[in-house]
């Protein structure tokens, strides 16, 4: 089964500065998709950015990218530029076609003002 | 499209009662996932539907656990004999069926009680 682990529960970022959430995963799939999510207090999960397994460039969405290493089955997500508003549970998940997707345990990102 | 609405957003229950949830997807999307997450971890997944077909269950959805998605657009589910550790947040999500590559939109979830 897949899973997918997340190595920091909580991390924390001065405003304006730069954080990198760490995501690691364990697939024997060569078609897959990683995605992350972001859980403000409000408990609604919204879409940050994902990244298909074939490409090899990596995702780009404004202030958020990822690292994508197929080969260490790693994705991490860098913010730049930090906002107050960034701060939430980040959940990194994967999903191979017609399977749902798994998430990790999350990353509770707080932002330093 | 007001995106994908769950209610209620808060359910308290004694122990032993039968609660029912109900999601609505985006109306396009034709896969609904119902996933549930306790504190401080991430959803666990439970069921999901294209249209009306209920194509996978987790082994966590015990048999006091029932969904429905009767005519292809909105959910239920129901949980009967609540006991304590059904005590959660449940989602619900819908997507596109098509590929692996669409992300899923949530709902706000409906968060359960039993007391």
């Known amino acids: 089964a897949q899973t997918v682990t997340q190595s920091q529960p909580e991390m924390s970022v001065q405003e304006a500065e730069t954080v990198t959430l760490s995501c690691t995963y364990d697939?024997?799939?060569?078609?897959?998709?990683l995605f992350w999510y972001k859980q403000p207090p409000s408990r609604q999960m919204i879409l940050v950015i994902r990244?298909?397994?074939?490409?090899?460039q990596n995702a780009t969405e404004n202030r958020f990218s990822v690292n994508f290493q197929k080969a260490a089955k790693s994705f991490s997500l860098k913010i730049s530029d930090s906002q107050l508003g960034d701060a939430a549970m980040y959940f990194c998940?994967?999903?191979?076609?017609?399977?749902?997707?798994?998430f990790g345990k999350g990353t509770r990102l707080s932002v330093i003002a | 499209d007001t995106g994908v609405s769950q209610n209620p957003r808060h359910k308290i229950t004694k122990r032993g009662q039968n609660v029912t949830f109900r999601c609505d997807p985006i109306?396009?999307?034709?896969?609904l996932y119902w996933y549930r997450q306790t504190l401080g971890q991430g959803p666990e997944f439970l069921t999901y539907?294209?249209?009306?077909?209920?194509?996978?269950k987790s082994r966590l959805l015990s048999d006091r656990f029932s969904a429905e998605r009767p005519k292809g657009s909105f959910s239920t589910l129901e949980i009967q004999r609540t006991e304590q550790g059904d005590s959660a947040m449940y989602l619900c999500?819908?997507?596109?069926?098509?590929?692996?590559?669409?992300?899923?939109?949530f709902g706000s979830g409906t968060r359960l009680t039993v007391v």
């Open positions: 999500a819908s997507s596109l069926a098509a590929g692996g590559g669409y992300g899923y939109t």
């Open positions: 697939t024997s799939e060569s078609d897959y998709y």
């Open positions: 990244q298909e397994a074939y490409k090899q």
């Open positions: 998940a994967y999903r191979s076609p017609g399977t749902p997707l798994v």
């Open positions: 109306s396009e999307h034709n896969r």
């Open positions: 539907f294209q249209n009306e077909a209920q194509l996978e």
